[in-house]
Every structure is written in structure tokens, then in C-alpha cells.
């Protein structure tokens, strides 16, 4: 998911089969946002799961309620992390028992719904301050005629070539006069993992796997 997206809202959804909390919810994310300024998010609401799962549009916040029929928030929240790594998930709940499950998944906090009007702001927070922080993070290139920078979350894996390293990025592939040894420890971060055959790849661009078979974004199958 694109967090930042010019010219657009960032896009929250809330999925809970209580409707009233829906609404309560609802309210105290539009508060937030206005009361500090910021552009009004777009809210969209479910009151199951499936109807969540059909919906193909972007997913910056998702707020889920744990105990739901027939599919839970955990095993909700298992599905969207199967194809999304970024979305930032927000469990509500009246009961903790599930709690170490949850952040299993990423998740990036737990409200106790008794608690929503005391944790909510602090939540929020939390979120547009790390979103803030994973925007602002870049690698630099440098060359004879000019200095380029390349967002982290851009990059989808880099490889060896020869005794240069490629980036591959959302738009193109770039050649670095480094050693991928090099531009992985230049990278310092724990979003890009080393792999076999001489690869790295960033963690939050895997789509799935198969056995040793790592598929990313893109496309591209790397064997781990």
C-alpha cells in the first residue's frame, strides 16, 4: 500500500459487527484528524470480513475487531498480510488472550474498546509519526554528475553484478560502483534481509512463498 499518495486520502477501514462502535470509532478518527489539522482521512466500514476481503482499494489503517463470526479479526488479519505487508492493522478488542497472535501478524497495536477514547489518539499518532519516518528514508547514489536518492520502501531487492550492485526499484534498475556487501550494510535497516546467490530483498515487497522460493512484487521468484 501507498501511504502517501498525492492528491488523495489516506484510506481507513474499520470492520467490526457492531455497528454502534463503528460509529463511535468513526467519530473519534474524524475528531483527531480535525482537530489537528489534517486532511480528512476517507472511512470505510464493514461489518464482516468477507466484505472487507472484496474491497480492492488501498489500505492505509485497517482497524479489526477480533471476535467476529464466522471470520475472525486474527484469521482476517492473515489474509491481508498475505498480500499486503504494509498496511498498518489496529486489533479492537474486549479481551487480550490474543494478543501475542496478533503481533505475529504486525500488528501495530491493540485498543481495548472500553479504553478507545483514552488510546485512540496515541494510536493514531503513533502511526502518522512511523509513516512519517519510513517516507523520509532514503539511499543515496552518488556519481561523477549527480547525487540520487531512492525512498526504502521503493526498493524491491538489489543483486550482484559483477563487483557492482543493481537496485531494483518500482521504476528501474540502478547500478551502485559498490559491493552488494556494501550497500547492505550502508542500508542499516531491518526492513532488507540477505539471501543466498547473492541477493537482498526488502522484506515488506514479499508477495509469497513456495518452499525456498521467495516471490516478490514484481514478479520476480528468488531462491532462498
Known sequence: TSLIRAGTKMRILICDDDTLFIEQLQKYIESYFESNHLKSPEIVSFTSGEALLSDKGEKDIVF????????????????????????????????????AHGYSLKAFDFIQKSLLDEKLNLTLESILLEIKRTENK????????????????????????????????????????????????????????????????????IMGMNGRDIRLRDGTVIRA
Open 138 to 205: 532514503f539511499y543515496c547514489i552518488e556519481t561523477d554528475v549527480r547525487l540520487q536518492r531512492i525512498k526504502y520502501k521503493e526498493i524491491i531487492y538489489l543483486y550482484k553484478s559483477n563487483k557492482n550492485t543493481v537496485i531494483v526499484s518500482m521504476e528501474d534498475e540502478i547500478q551502485v560502483r559498490k559491493p552488494l556487501q556494501t550497500v547492505f550494510q550502508e542500508l542499516n535497516s531491518e526492513e532488507f534481509i540477505w539471501v543466498e546467490r547473492g541477493y537482498i530483498i526488502n522484506l515488506e515487497h
Open 64 to 99: 479489526l475487531d477480533i471476535e467476529m463470526p464466522e471470520i475472525n479479526g486474527i484469521k482476517l488479519a492473515e489474509k491481508l498480510r498475505e498480500y499486503d505487508k504494509n498496511t498498518y492493522i489496529v486489533f479492537t478488542t474486549s479481551y487480550f488472550e490474543f494478543a
